[in-house]
């Protein structure tokens, strides 16, 4: 590539990226996207594996509250392409949704691929121009440095947005790589955490052994000790790992987990392995004779607890409380499970930390460098599955591309390009 082509730079395909793609091209400037991976939408493509969640239902006053601490930061991003700008656009692309039990909103086939294939031919009909396999590494004099295929290429932009993503499964592309040529910028970035995560627990070797990967069904958690009543019960699933717990339930408390074991180096669960009975209903059937019964016939017969719940029971009650049908009623509805370190962010749905709003104008550029924009996963805010991550970085992408597009007019007017 001539390195004086004037361009638009967008750095990582993802959906933050291509969204802001679309944008600047729609208002009427050239635009290049790189990206480090042979393909683009590598992730945008895995989540749609298990079905796309593009956003949620709720109204924005709750929604815009998933974004917890940067729902100052996020909340007006979202009042300019907020959910339902979002799923125009989707429709936009021929895409049809519909909205889950619990309003999660889906593609109607609840994949990625014919969005992700409608939305690139859109592109490039657009001319936005893909070149693939070419890694940003930095900055030379002030012109972005790329290792390609064709070795070390050097890109003379007029504007950039970097939407690298964040650093979990970085075999899709998001590996983190982008914090250490940032920060030789000066530009301080929020370290990168593992959100939406699975969290270690130290299972005997003989529960492990009968029960990993194996899921818990119909039940709830909050953390926290069995006294504190102050956090909420949130229902959902778990799975038994080798090493701990992971799934839908554990990832919407793995913010506050997850702070709580860098605090502590550890935190409890509370399990409610029967959200149906209540505590004084479940001690009155157990108090009621077990006869020759064994205690497992009689906690499934009477509370409902077999396999892996009951399992679950065994590994964390002693003798005494297994005895005692108040005590084990009690368990069975505030059962303390110790969590240890979170999973690898690697392994995690998401990541927290990144590059702080507080470096960044209203539309997403850096204070620090002029006509350097970003979007998407590596901004510094979390929130939970629901569609929140995706309807975050469509947002972000969007509001970049804006600020692009406002950008170079403003230096188009200045005659300074
Ligand atoms: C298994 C799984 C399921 C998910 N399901 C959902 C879901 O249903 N709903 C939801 O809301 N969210 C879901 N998510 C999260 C969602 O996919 C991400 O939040 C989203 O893809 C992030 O978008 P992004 O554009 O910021 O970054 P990414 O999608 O990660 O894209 C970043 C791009 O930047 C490129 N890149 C990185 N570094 C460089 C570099 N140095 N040079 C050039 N290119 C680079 C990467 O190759 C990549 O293409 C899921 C995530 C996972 C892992």
Known sequence: MSTSTPIIAVIG?????LMAAEVIARAGFSVAVFDAKPSAGR?????????????HGEPLSAFVDRYAERTGQVAPMLDRFGPSQLLDWVHGLGIETFVGSSQRIFPVDKKAAPLLRAWLTRLRGLGVHFHMRWRWVG???GALQFDTPDGTQVVHA?????????ASWPELGSDGRWVSPLEQQGILVAPLKPSNCGFQVAWSDHFRERFARQPIKSVRGRLGSANSNKDAWHSGEL???EEGLEGGLIYALSAPAREAVAQNGHTTLLLDLNPGRSEAQLAERLSQPQGRRSLARHLKSKAGI??????????FCDHNVMNDPHQLARHIKQLPVPLGKPFAIARAISSAGGVRFEDLTQELMLKALPGVFCAGEMLDW?????????????????????GVATFLRVVEQSGTR
């Open 13 to 17: 395909a993802g959906p933050a990226g």
């Open 306 to 315: 077999e396999g892996v719940k009951a399992g679950l029971l065994r590994e």
């Open 158 to 166: 007029h504007a950039t947005v970097m939407a690298m993503g964040g």
């Open 239 to 241: 799975m038994v790992t």
């Open 139 to 141: 900055w030379q004099d």
């Open 43 to 55: 992730k945008l493509l895995r989540a749609g594996s298990g079905g796309l969640n593009l956003t």
């Open 382 to 402: 979390e929130a939970p599955t629901g569609g929140y991550l995706l309807t975050g970085c469509f947002t972000s992408g969007w509001i970049a591309g804006t």
